[in-house]
């Protein structure tokens, strides 16, 4: 297989965490370029690792997720940066759950795999994914506009390692990560594709299912260098002690999602 190699196109973003570049391969796919600097750690955590990781557990549980790509791009001014690359999907309409307003009101009528799609809460939860609430990290795409959406994950930076030890809410064992509602809640619409145990049940069974040693492999997924070892022990702990739980915590998200507190779209 020919290695796929990146160049810089624009920038995208520029946040705390670090740049966002859009770049394109030999083949002519676009992707979106992450790096980080040392002194942007503070605000990125191992945001690397957690795609990876994030990316392999998605893949695991049978979630379509972006493919990821490990390159070294040379930058507007010449010097190289070492990040992750997510490819995008080449499609005639391509847009973010954020961008297609016209759906929210009937979502499955416009979207395939819908009960698949309410799945992505229990996956959240179990991953302690904080960054979907506005929507623009599920993206839909498809090459008809008679034709459903068909939809994939993409940027879990804000998960497993960096999200509870960066907000600061007390270790993972806490409680406070057991209340969904007070932190996590679904992008503009998505409650419109009518949530039910009937339709979370699958996930929930194939989290608590999961065996550790496929916890393991999705954590071998980010390479040392961007994963010490006290990380690794970190996320592994985190998944375990929420694998456990995650049926509670769902139970309790159907039962308060309908109150003003959550957020009613």
């Known amino acids: 297989m020919v290695k796929n190699q990146w160049v810089f196109k624009k920038l995208y973003k520029n946040k705390l965490q670090g740049q966002v570049w ?30 990876l990781i994030a990316a392999a557990l998605a893949k695991e549980l049978g979630l379509p997720v972006a493919n990821l790509d490990l390159a070294v791009v040379r930058g507007p001014t010449g010097a190289p940066q070492k990040g992750l690359v997510s490819v995008g999907v080449s499609a005639k309409e391509v847009i973010t759950w954020e961008e297609a307003k016209k759906i929210h009101h009937n979502p499955n009528e416009h979207v395939n795999n819908a009960n698949l799609l309410c799945s992505i809460v229990v996956f959240d939860a179990w991953i302690v994914n904080i960054d979907r609430a506005l929507g623009r990290n599920l993206v839909l795409y498809r090459n008809n506009p008679a034709d459903k959406f068909d939809w994939y994950l993409i940027d879990h930076g804000h998960t497993l390692h960096d999200s509870p030890h960066k907000w600061k809410r007390g270790e993972w064992k806490s409680r406070h990560w057991e209340r969904l509602w007070r932190f996590h809640s679904v992008p503009k619409g998505f409650l419109n594709l009518g949530f039910s145990r009937e339709k979370l049940e699958p996930m929930i069974n194939k989290i608590e299912n999961l065996p550790p040693s496929a916890i393991d492999q999705a954590i071998k997924k980010a390479p040392r260098k961007y994963l010490n070892p006290r990380g690794r022990l970190f996320i592994k702990g985190l998944l375990l002690y929420r694998q456990k739980k995650i049926r509670t915590i769902i139970t309790r998200w159907l039962n308060y999602k309908g109150k003003k507190e959550f957020g009613r779209s």
């Open 22 to 51: 859009i770049v394109e391969n030999q083949f002519g796919q676009r992707g979106y370029f992450k790096f980080t600097t040392p002194r942007q750690w503070y605000y990125s955590g191992p945001m690397i690792a957690d795609e």
